[in-house]
């Protein structure tokens, strides 16, 4: 069983910059797919960065805008997000899942989440 704990998050004006941090309970690193996801209300979930053994992918839309990292002796996932848009509010998760990555939610664990608000 892995806990995964998020923060970081908080409200900014649009072009601002925040960084979110996901700290694991065990050890996740070369044995899980390591995401980002994010809900918006109304709207469904959906993965936004991944990262597994050192490969990252994005979402287009964030995409030159964000950053995913781990640092395995911290067990820990970041997110750097810069040049924040209003469309970016949302809430965001830290997930794990064994194995490689997916887009689709199927992931073992999840975190509780972070709020990240971006005013125009």
């Known amino acids: 069983q892995v806990q995964l704990v998020e923060s970081g998050g908080g409200s900014v004006q649009a072009g601002g910059s925040l960084r979110l941090s996901c700290v694991a309970s065990a050890y996740t690193g070369n044995s899980f797919c390591m995401a980002w996801f994010r809900q918006a209300p109304g709207k469904q979930r959906e993965a936004v960065a991944l990262f597994y053994h050192g490969s990252t992918d994005y979402a287009s839309s964030v995409r030159g805008r964000f950053t995913i990292s781990q640092d395995n002796a911290k067990n820990a996932l970041y997110l750097q997000m810069n040049s924040l848009k209003p469309e970016d509010t949302a809430m965001y998760y830290c997930?794990?899942?064994?194995?490689?990555?997916?887009?689709?939610?199927?992931?073992?664990?999840w975190g509780q989440g972070t709020q990240v608000t971006v005013s125009s």
């Open positions: 997930a794990a899942r064994y194995g490689s990555c997916i887009w689709a939610n199927r992931y073992n664990y």
